[in-house]
């Protein structure tokens, strides 16, 4: 039997906390949902009464944000108090990879999840549903029953407080969260109590077809999340590697990946070769997935996922070594015009960007960096760069000169970054770049002037015909 849900608390007002509880306020307007975090500035952005600076951008959010927020949908600080109201209490903190002690550089770092295990153990009144929302390693649950079940009563508590746990992982993908949230291909929910799992299920029911509602053993649902990251970076590591070997040999990855995703066993979707995949989960998902086969004693299945992580991080190396080769050998005082920095297209996020690396690697052969990006903010740039940008000097006969070698600079324009330009490289593929006028840009680089495309997103003809040399993604077919 499901008992009715009045009150919802979210641990965690991030990228997947922010956007998912918002969606969920949006169906079920007789549920309060609370989203709370410890991080004032993060909550004073949600509340942003013009909605014009919300921590996060996606597509469509701001608009759900407006119709909810101050209703049944309310960001806070008060951690506490809205974990005592809450019936269901999401966990959805960041769960990044342990930079030290036991198992860095590979197992999850689980503090934020513990913090708020700890804090529901002590806060919480009566029965409460508690659901993981981050992505955990396999038997996490365990660890988190145990903090919930040592609790001790409170003075004010007459009867201890009851939980139930449940793993509920989050599919969604940055840059179309709202259209993920609002059509999941699934939801899944593992647990072991009936009662509990068809308490969510309601929920997700006033949106979500049944059908589409999966219920598992409570460890297939934390393994399925890490299984289903580790599946999709696979996918594009593969096809990474497969431009390589066009280029070599005069195939186009373009056509390879049409050809083998018109396999309905293989499918079309996440053959796109670029410039490495990045964003914040998949290369922890799958180091973790790494650390947890070695900790079972599985070392062939950890060492095959490894390579997905090293093909990875090869590919993107790969990149800035042939710009560095196509300029000569060297890039000591060039200017190179970056578009792009997110790590995909429609979001502001940088988390694990390929941009970083080849940013990076540009930066130490000597480069000046032009970077644009129409969301991300330059302060996030710095900070992935660990430089800070370097002040233009405007001359006298207005171009714009640099102070030394190995310097980034934002640019606010498309044409302050092609002017005299060496060369001009797409990382991310935002839609205004597909429609650069190229005849026009082509005029102020200087020349013999290159645009590498590492996310097959120009039109090779318009940028060939306006004189300029043009690579591409896993094209080989210029051999
Ligand atoms: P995030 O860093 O954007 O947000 C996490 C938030 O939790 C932060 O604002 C932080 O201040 C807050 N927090 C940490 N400890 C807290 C505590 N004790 N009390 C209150 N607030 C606390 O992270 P994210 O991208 O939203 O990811 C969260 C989880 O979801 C991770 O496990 C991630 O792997 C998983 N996930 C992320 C995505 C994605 O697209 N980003 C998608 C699916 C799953
Ligand atoms: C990914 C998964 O797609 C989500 O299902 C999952 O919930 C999420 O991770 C998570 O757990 O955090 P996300 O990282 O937001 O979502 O974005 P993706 O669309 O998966 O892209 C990841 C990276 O792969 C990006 O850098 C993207 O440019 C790259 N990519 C994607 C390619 O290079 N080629 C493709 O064909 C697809």
């Known amino acids: 039997m499901a008992f009715k849900v009045k009150n919802i608390c979210c641990i965690g007002a991030g990228y997947v906390g922010g956007p998912t509880m918002s969606v969920m306020a949006d169906h079920c307007p007789e549920i309060q949902v609370n989203v709370v975090d410890i991080n004032h500035q993060r909550i004073n952005s949600w509340n942003d009464p013009d909605l014009r600076n919300l921590p996060i951008y996606e597509p469509g959010l701001n608009e759900i944000v407006k119709r909810c927020r101050g209703k049944n949908l309310h960001f806070s600080t008060e951690v506490e108090r809205n974990i005592a109201q809450a019936d269901i209490v999401f966990i959805s903190v960041n769960t990044p990879t342990k930079t030290k002690g036991f198992g860095a550089g590979q197992a999850s770092d689980l503090k934020w999840v513990e913090t708020s295990a700890r ?46 746990i449940l793993s509920n992982p989050e599919f969604m993908a940055e840059g179309s969260a709202v259209k993920d949230l609002e059509k999941p291909d699934r939801i899944l929910i593992g647990g072991e109590n009936h009662d509990a799992i068809n308490t969510l299920s309601e929920i997700y029911k006033y949106w979500v077809p049944e059908k589409k509602i999966l219920h598992t053993n409570i460890w297939s649902s934390e393994l399925a999340k890490l299984t289903a990251n580790a599946f999709l970076a696979q996918r594009i590591s593969s096809i990474n590697s497969i431009s390589a070997l066009c280029e070599a040999t005069g195939g186009d990855v373009r056509e390879v990946s049409r050809a083998i995703g018109s396999d309905s066993r293989i499918g079309s979707r996440f053959l796109d070769s670029g410039p490495g995949f990045g964003g914040s989960c998949f290369k922890k998902d799958i180091l973790n997935l790494v650390y947890l086969s070695r900790y079972f004693g599985l070392p062939e299945v950890a060492d095959f996922w490894e390579g997905v992580v090293h093909l990875n991080n090869w590919h993107q190396h790969r990149v800035s070594q042939l710009i560095i ?155």
């Open 119 to 164: 804090k529901v153990a002590k806060y919480a009144r009566g029965h409460t549903i508690v659901v993981e929302k981050s992505t955990l390693p396999v038997r996490t649950a365990e660890v988190i029953k145990e903090i919930l079940i040592s609790a001790k009563p409170s003075s004010d508590q007459s009867e201890p407080s009851t939980f139930d």
């Open 325 to 479: 080769k196509k300029l000569f050998g060297t890039l000591s005082g060039k200017k190179i015009g970056v578009l792009g920095f997110a790590f995909k297209a429609n979001t502001n996020d940088t988390r694990e960007s390929a941009a970083i690396q080849i940013c990076k690697d540009l930066l130490e052969e000597g480069a000046r960096l032009f970077i644009h990006d129409p969301k991300v903010n330059p302060l996030n740039i710095s900070n992935d760069l660990g430089i800070s940008p370097i002040n233009k000097v405007l001359e006298s006969n207005n171009s714009l000169t640099f102070q030394s070698d190995g310097s980034w600079s934002k640019a606010s324009q498309i044409s302050e970054a092609t002017k005299e330009a060496d060369a001009i490289l797409v990382l991310t593929e935002w839609e205004e770049y597909s429609k650069i006028n190229w005849e026009k840009e082509s005029k102020q680089m200087r020349y013999p002037a290159w645009v590498f495309d590492s996310r097959s997103i120009l039109d090779a003809k318009r940028v060939i015909n306006s004189g300029l040399n043009f690579w591409r993604i896993g094209d080989g077919t210029n051999l």
